[in-house]
């Protein structure tokens, strides 16, 4: 699981995948998570299912060929065993537009329901927020729409959106057209009309704090409020002494190099290798340069950093895994967070019944951004 790739959504796929490719071709299934900028597997989910064989040993273990009797996948060549020829193998010739990579989505979607099994006070919150949509939402004829919203390092496919992300009132006016077809449902009898509209729910998941607070969402209530990650300036607002350089916010979502970077103190740098992370160096001159620290925090965290790590991975987590559940699900493909609720969906509710949508362009599902 070890990845020069910070984002879970990706790792995740992979995963899923190859768990779904070992079924397929008859082989046992483990996972070596020695280097994951995340810490422990089991730290998030339950363990994996167990297979007859023992693990091979590292020296016995193979990136290539995809005969290997013990194939290693990882982030170094997934994009090779997942590549072109994966997906001309395994693509439908005679089917169109999505359903031409059934057969991949299948495989992802066997590997998110052998693997994707949260634990501990995660799964009981999981478990009180499906109740309550049971029992508040659909037993009462309403609807949930959930919305992921991706901003950060991540970009759109949509051209003239490339070097910014898709408008928050495309994500509203999507909304509305759901929420209104869902409406049309009544038939014209108004008291059902009435308590659709009043039982129905928006829930907002994004790696970017103010999109929270924005005005074009502001109906929408968060996926998950167990574990919030807040911007910098909440953070200032609620501390007792106002600005403070001790406050890291997650600032415009999600950026990568802003995630190695959690945890590290300005004393882990040297004198010479570059600018500090706050206004205060370090006690004592180190030899350490800017670019050797970043390299061993990315393998070896401290305990503090992992800590961090382990909080954003798991409000991630809780993010998908309600948004999952919604009855409707509105992101940009560009996003390997929206391509992961697609497989948590389901195929004939995502795909054939049309409950996934992709605000991003007019792109179709795919394992890979397109």
């Given at each position: 699981?070890?990845?020069?790739?910070?984002?879970?959504?990706?790792?995740?796929?992979?995963?899923?995948?190859?768990?779904?490719?070992?079924?397929?071709?008859?082989?046992?299934?483990?996972?070596?998570?020695?280097?994951?900028?995340y810490g422990k597997f089991s730290n998030y989910f339950k363990?994996?299912?167990?297979?007859?064989?023992?693990?091979?040993?590292?020296?016995?273990?193979?990136?290539?060929?995809?005969?290997?009797?013990?194939?290693?996948?990882?982030?170094?060549?997934?994009?090779?065993?997942?590549?072109?020829?994966?997906?001309?193998?395994?693509?439908?010739?005679?089917?169109?537009?999505?359903?031409?990579?059934?057969?991949?989505?299948?495989?992802?979607?066997?590997?998110?329901?052998?693997?994707?099994?949260?634990?501990?006070?995660?799964?009981?919150?999981?478990?009180?927020?499906?109740?309550?949509?049971?029992?508040?939402?659909?037993?009462?004829?309403?609807?949930?729409?959930?919305?992921?919203?991706?901003?950060?390092?991540?970009?759109?496919?949509?051209?003239?959106?490339?070097?910014?992300?898709?408008?928050?009132?495309?994500?509203?006016?999507?909304?509305?057209?759901?929420?209104?077809?869902?409406?049309?449902?009544?038939?014209?009898?108004?008291?059902?009309?009435?308590?659709?509209?009043?039982?129905?729910?928006?829930?907002?998941?994004?790696?970017?704090?103010?999109?929270?607070?924005?005005?074009?969402?502001?109906?929408?209530?968060?996926?998950?409020?167990?574990?919030?990650?807040?911007?910098?300036?909440?953070?200032?607002?609620?501390?007792?002494?106002?600005?403070?350089?001790?406050?890291?916010?997650?600032?415009?979502?999600?950026?990568?190099?802003?995630?190695?970077?959690?945890?590290?103190?300005?004393?882990?740098?040297?004198?010479?290798?570059?600018?500090?992370?706050?206004?205060?160096?370090?006690?004592?001159?180190?030899?350490?340069?800017?670019?050797?620290?970043?390299?061993?925090?990315?393998?070896?965290?401290?305990?503090?950093?992992?800590?961090?790590?382990?909080?954003?991975?798991?409000?991630?987590?809780?993010?998908?895994?309600?948004?999952?559940?919604?009855?409707?699900?509105?992101?940009?493909?560009?996003?390997?967070?929206?391509?992961?609720?697609?497989?948590?969906?389901?195929?004939?509710?995502?795909?054939?019944?049309?409950?996934?949508?992709?605000?991003?362009?007019?792109?179709?599902?795919?394992?890979?951004?397109?």
């Amino acid at each position: 699981m070890q990845s020069d790739d910070a984002g879970l959504g990706t790792t995740l796929i992979n995963l899923w995948i190859s768990y779904g490719l070992a079924q397929k071709q008859g082989r046992s299934f483990f996972i070596d998570d020695t280097n994951w900028a995340y810490g422990k597997f089991s730290n998030y989910f339950k363990p994996p299912p167990k297979f007859s064989c023992r693990q091979p040993p590292p020296a016995l273990r193979l990136p290539c060929p995809l005969q290997a009797r013990h194939l290693v996948v990882s982030s170094s060549n997934a994009h090779w065993i997942f590549g072109d020829s994966f997906k001309e193998y395994f693509k439908s010739p005679f089917a169109v537009s999505e359903t031409r990579q059934r057969e991949i989505f299948e495989m992802a979607r066997s590997g998110y329901e052998a693997l994707f099994h949260l634990i501990g006070d995660d799964a009981s919150y999981l478990q009180q927020r499906i109740q309550g949509l049971n029992r508040d939402v659909r037993s009462k004829g309403g609807i949930s729409i959930g919305i992921h919203v991706r901003h950060g390092d991540s970009h759109p496919l949509e051209p003239q959106y490339k070097d910014s992300y898709i408008p928050l009132d495309m994500y509203a006016k999507r909304t509305s057209t759901i929420f209104h077809a869902h409406l049309q449902q009544a038939h014209g009898d108004t008291a059902l009309s009435q308590s659709m509209a009043s039982h129905s729910k928006v829930m907002l998941a994004s790696d970017d704090p103010e999109v929270y607070t924005s005005f074009e969402l502001g109906g929408a209530e968060r996926a998950q409020s167990y574990i919030a990650l807040a911007s910098k300036s909440a953070l200032d607002a609620a501390s007792n002494e106002g600005l403070s350089n001790e406050n890291i916010g997650w600032e415009g979502g999600f950026f990568q190099d802003m995630f190695w970077s959690l945890g590290v103190e300005a004393s882990d740098y040297s004198e010479l290798g570059g600018p500090f992370p706050s206004n205060r160096g370090p006690t004592e001159p180190k030899t350490l340069s800017v670019e050797s620290v970043a390299e061993q925090r990315r393998l070896r965290p401290s305990k503090k950093s992992l800590q961090v790590r382990e909080w954003i991975g798991r409000a991630y987590l809780l993010d998908v895994a309600v948004l999952g559940q919604s009855d409707r699900v509105i992101c940009d493909v560009s996003s390997a967070s929206c391509r992961l609720l697609a497989v948590m969906m389901g195929w004939n509710k995502a795909i054939t019944h049309k409950s996934w949508h992709n605000i991003d362009g007019n792109w179709h599902w795919s394992f890979i951004v397109p």
